[in-house]
């Protein structure tokens, strides 16, 4: 099979017109917007001029079907809040053009797929996490965004187009292609990262809260103050961790929520996200105890009440060793000696997938390293090279 660049790369922009926003190529494509759904609709359209069938299935996962058992690529074309252009849709876009070539060339069997809310505007991953059984849709349907909309409701606005789940035994492999998200290739001017593992990851919302009061008249030894039990909450945790992290042990306090949100009133609420990532699933729990035993401390000192959300998680897992094999054959025909092994400390729908059938995944440069920013770029030719790569691996296993 024979891929074509440039249909590619018109493909990407024009999946970039769906909510393209901000600086340069940014774009906002959160999970059920009119973009992300629009976005969808068009590619079933692309999907069906390819030779695929397109389906949704109840979550709103879209998959573009050829005829039997096939190997699956793809990703998600939902964005963060304030996204690039790459992130996601470079992997559905490249699994499109692949699947095309194939379908023009008489094979291999290559199906498509573009999960739905893989930013976790819900949870974590969350189209491809109910597909793979990892969270239960009805689990799932009581989840809410940050402004307290929840994902039953946010899903229906697609009903009309689902059809069921469909049966993963169709698929031989999953394959995905993403852009790396980080500094490695960037800095070491590799054009390939073929991963060996994806962290595991932990996340939830926490709550202190005290007494709201004026901002004037309430003395400082007599306040209850939520977004000090933050504050001290954070201090304390990147003292605490210290005894138990790597280098490439994450965290994040992403998204903080302050009731009333006023100048001149002593905030009564704070909620906020907890995130932690790492690829060894015993130091993921170790972080949990600090998190958990420092939250009850700083509640009790300032009198706070606590309470938690419900804590999403993904274990980490390793790419299978035949898919990842031929894609370091393609690596290494399209770029010889130019490439490397690498873990992904991004989360992707290939953690869940993994649960149903091997995976393996491959990255492309990111420019500076930036992602989850408006500004997230990758040179063209790398992203051809990327795409080269997926034929290349996808003809071996076909
Ligand atoms: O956050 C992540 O790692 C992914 O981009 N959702
Ligand atoms: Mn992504
Ligand atoms: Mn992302």
């Not at 492999?173 to 990262?193: A, T, W």
């Not at 998680?313 to 393609?330: H, Q, S």
Request: net charge negative; aromatic share 6%.
């Amino acid at each position: 099979m024979k891929v074509d660049a440039e249909r590619f790369l018109a493909d990407l922009h024009k999946l970039r017109g769906f909510g393209a926003a901000g600086v340069g190529k940014g774009v906002v494509r959160p999970a059920y917007s009119k973009a992300d759904i629009a976005a969808r609709d068009w590619l079933a359209e692309r999907m069906q001029q390819a030779g695929l069938t397109p389906h949704f299935d109840p979550v709103g996962n879209l998959f573009g079907l050829t005829e039997g058992r096939s190997l699956l690529l793809g990703s998600h074309s939902d964005s963060q809040p304030e996204g690039g252009w790459l992130d996601g849709a470079l992997g559905v876009i490249a699994a499109l053009e692949v699947a095309r070539a194939a379908q023009e060339a008489g094979g291999p069997p290559i199906s498509v797929v573009s999960f739905e809310d893989e930013e976790g505007r819900f949870g974590v991953t969350t189209g491809s996490a109910v597909w793979a059984g990892s969270t239960p849709l009805e689990v799932a349907d009581g989840l809410t965004d940050r402004d307290g909309t929840g994902f039953a409701e946010a899903r229906a606005v697609m009903a009309d187009r689902a059809g069921d789940f469909i049966d993963p035994a169709r698929f031989t492999g999953y394959v995905e292609m993403h852009i790396e998200q980080g500094p490695v290739l960037d800095g070491s001017g590799e054009k390939v990262g073929v991963v060996t593992d994806i962290v595991g990851i932990r996340d939830m919302r926490i709550t202190f809260t005290g007494q709201q009061n004026h901002a004037g008249t309430t003395p400082m030894h007599l306040r209850r103050d939520a977004f000090q039990a933050v504050a001290a909450f954070n201090a304390a945790i990147n003292a605490r961790f210290c005894n138990v992290v790597t280098p490439a042990t994450v965290w994040t306090i992403g998204h903080v929520s302050l009731h009333p949100n006023a100048s001149s009133i002593v905030p009564g609420r704070a909620t906020f996200s907890m995130q932690w990532r790492d690829g060894d699933s015993d130091r993921l729990a170790r972080m949990e105890r600090i998190i958990r035993d420092t939250a009850e401390e700083i509640a009790q000192a300032q009198g706070m009440d606590l309470s938690y959300g419900p804590m999403l998680g993904l274990e980490p897992v390793a790419m299978d060793a035949t898919l990842r094999a031929a894609l370091e054959a393609g690596a290494e025909a399209v770029a010889p000696g130019n490439w490397r092994k690498m873990p992904s400390g991004a989360l992707h729908d290939a953690t869940n997938v993994a649960r149903l059938m091997p995976v393996a995944m491959l990255f492309t440069p990111s420019i500076g390293g930036i992602s989850h920013a408006f500004e997230e770029d990758t040179d063209e030719a790398d992203l051809v090279a990327g795409l080269e790569v997926l034929a290349e691996a996808a003809a071996r296993l076909g």
